[in-house]
């Protein structure tokens, strides 16, 4: 395990380069991040096969398909990382914007601009290529990066660091500027938890029990990617063909990530015409079924939900399903139950779709579209750091503005206050 002291050092070093990063030229950024991007295409192969290293242990333990989906790496998956670079590169800098500007009675001119928050720490689990997304989101916005992925991924996510890190090498990036946390004991992020001074945020990512130890032990500033128990209400006023084919994608298309459906809520009034075809569908697709009683009535072969379920995100094939009495009911019971993440209403009732985006308190609230778009691509903002679920400073999927704070500068011709 590595010294106190020497991730102390470790943390001096970055911050250090993370002084350096805040004056380096938008030009020089986005060259590096475009070279970063052709260097994961040319070194896919070589990335591939530590990632298999890794899948075979994952394999070997017993672990879900859906965590072995998360886990993987493709060509294609690769690409994805890759494209995600070029998108981050050709987007606007934020660094230096001038947020508002201010004239004062008294001659001040008080601008508040953009600068960088400085060093970050991302503690992650499974998923690999968040180590590319978060270096590319992070030193565009001009901030260095601590990560540390889990032992599950150890071997992908150093091949990833070390082509990236090849490449920033060789560019006008400071050293240090990048950061991997080699070492998978649990007490390297004790210790890291206590570096305030030095690391400016925590961006946990992961199972709910990572972000709880995480928020337990911190000494820093943390931004919570709480776990996505996602619903979608099918409304007495939905198009049924429409409300089958969103709810299917958002539980099937990829079921272990963070804004796919946990929970289907479906009014009264047409769950007899939209179980029994929905629910065959699920079935067809591999879906296990927790359904309340009435859900049970109308539907054979459904295991009955009991109250757990209805805060599990099971990021598997496996869905609770709930017949409500309205949409007061259904908005009360996400609120009860959910993670404030993303959740969905199918209807073509605009009163209806109104009063869900006005009164669920989610970070990202659909009408007639699936939860799965929750994400920075989707979004237009290249990639993202993760989900946020908290409220303040930074919402929903994290791009490069929530990477930002701000500061003022003030001009002034030898005022004084009296």
């Given at each position: 395990?590595?010294?106190?002291g020497?991730i102390k050092?470790l943390?001096?070093r970055?911050?250090?380069?993370s002084r350096?990063?805040?004056?380096v030229s938008?030009?020089?950024k986005?060259r ?7 260097a994961?295409?040319k ?10 290293k890794d ?5 070997q ?11 993987g790496?493709?060509?294609s ?5 890759a494209?995600?670079?070029f ?6 800098d934020?660094?230096?914007e ?6 004062r ?11 960088p928050?400085g ?6 689990e ?12 992070c ?19 150093t091949?990833?660091f070390?082509?990236?890190?090849g490449?920033?090498n060789?560019?006008?990036?400071p050293?240090?500027s990048?950061?991997?946390i ?12 206590i570096?305030?001074?030095l ?16 928020v ?6 943390i ?7 996602c619903?979608?209400y099918v ?11 969103i ?14 459906m946990?929970?289907m ?11 029994p075809?929905?629910?065959?569908a699920f ?10 009683d009435a ?7 459904v ?12 990021l598997?094939l496996?869905?609770s399903?709930?017949?409500v ?19 969905a209403?199918?209807?073509?009732d605009?009163k209806?779709?109104?009063k ?15 939860t799965?778009f929750?994400?920075?691509?989707q979004?237009g ?14 919402r929903?999927?994290?791009g ?19």
């Open positions: 395990m590595m010294t106190s020497e050092r943390c001096e970055v911050k250090c380069a350096k990063l805040a004056l938008t030009r020089d986005n590096a991040l475009i070279a970063m991007g052709k994961l295409v070194n896919r192969s070589y990335i591939i096969k530590e990632n298999k899948l075979a242990t994952a394999i333990r017993g672990m879900p398909s859906a965590f072995i989906d998360r886990l790496l493709t060509e998956r690769i690409s994805g990382m494209k995600s670079m998108d981050i590169a050709r987007m606007k934020p660094v230096g001038i947020i508002e500007s201010v004239r009675p008294n001659g001040l001119l008080i601008k508040k601009v953009r600068v928050i060093v970050i720490l991302i503690i992650y499974a998923r690999p290529n968040v180590t590319s997304d978060c270096i590319g989101l030193l565009k916005s001009s901030n260095a990066i601590i990560l540390r992925g889990g032992s599950e991924s150890i071997k992908s996510n091949a990833i070390n082509v990236l890190t490449v920033a060789k560019s006008k990036l050293k240090g990048i950061e991997l080699k070492d998978t004991d649990r007490r390297v992020v004790n210790e890291l938890l570096q305030d001074g690391i400016d945020l925590v961006m946990p990512r992961g199972g709910e029990s990572l972000i709880r130890e995480v337990k032990r911190s000494r820093i500033p931004i919570k990617h709480y776990k996505g128990v619903h979608t409304d007495s006023g939905a198009d049924l063909k429409m409300a089958e084919d709810c299917l994608n958002a539980k099937i298309q990829r079921p272990g990530v963070c804004n796919a946990e929970t809520l479906v009014h009264k009034k047409i769950a007899g015409r939209f179980l075809c929905m629910i065959k079935a067809g697709s591999g879906v296990e079924i927790r359904g309340c859900t049970r009535r109308i539907s054979s072969g295991k009955r939900a009991v109250e757990s379920d209805w805060y599990t995100e099971y598997d496996i869905l399903v709930k017949v009495n309205d949409i007061d009911e259904a908005i009360a019971h996400i609120m009860k139950y959910g993670s404030y993440h993303s959740d209403i199918i209807t073509k605009k209806a779709s109104g869900f985006l006005n009164e669920v308190d989610s970070a990202c609230v659909y009408v007639n579209a699936s799965r929750t994400d920075g691509g979004f903002k290249g990639a993202e750091m993760g989900i946020s679920t908290d409220k303040i400073h930074a929903g999927p994290m490069l503005l929530e990477l930002t704070s701000y500061k003022y500068l003030i001009f002034g011709s030898g005022q004084i206050r009296r």
